[in-house]
């Protein structure tokens, strides 16, 4: 499968942004979906997993109750809607899939076996 991530950009403290990714050259339901970001100078981190129909989630708990992963898989596509952005939300964001026959969440980075090009979100104070 392969990834395409955008809807990065520059935002204002409190701000928000949707992240998009789409799917393609796959059946994009079979897969566990997540979005990890990594800041200049830090490791790759999780920041929310989606499981294959979208019952399930996990959240970093720095982002608990501000960002919001979806999924829509009639168009191929997971969502990340961050809210009330901080300045530590500055980072590149990449989406991930890995092929799983369960509906469970996977939250390890190394576990993912596609990911998408990144998109950068600057957040200013």
């Known amino acids: 499968v392969q990834l395409q991530a955008s809807g990065g950009g520059l935002v204002q403290t409190g701000g928000s942004l949707r992240l998009s990714c789409v799917a393609s050259?796959?059946?994009?339901?079979?897969?566990?979906m997540g979005w990890f970001r990594q800041a200049a100078g830090k490791e790759r981190e999780l920041v929310a997993a989606?499981?294959?129909?979208?019952?399930?989630?996990e959240y970093a708990d720095s982002v608990k109750g501000r960002f919001t992963i979806s999924r829509d898989n009639a168009r191929n596509t997971v969502y990340l809607q961050m809210n009330s952005l901080k300045a530590e939300d500055t980072a590149v964001y990449y989406c991930?899939?890995?092929?799983?026959?369960?509906?469970?969440?996977?939250?390890?980075?190394?576990?993912?076996?596609?990911w998408g090009q990144g998109t950068q979100v600057t957040v200013s104070s």
């Open positions: 989606l499981s294959r129909s979208g019952g399930t989630t």
């Open positions: 991930a899939a890995i092929e799983r026959l369960s509906d469970i969440v996977v939250l390890r980075a190394s576990s993912y076996k596609y």
């Open positions: 050259g796959s059946t994009f339901s079979r897969y566990v």
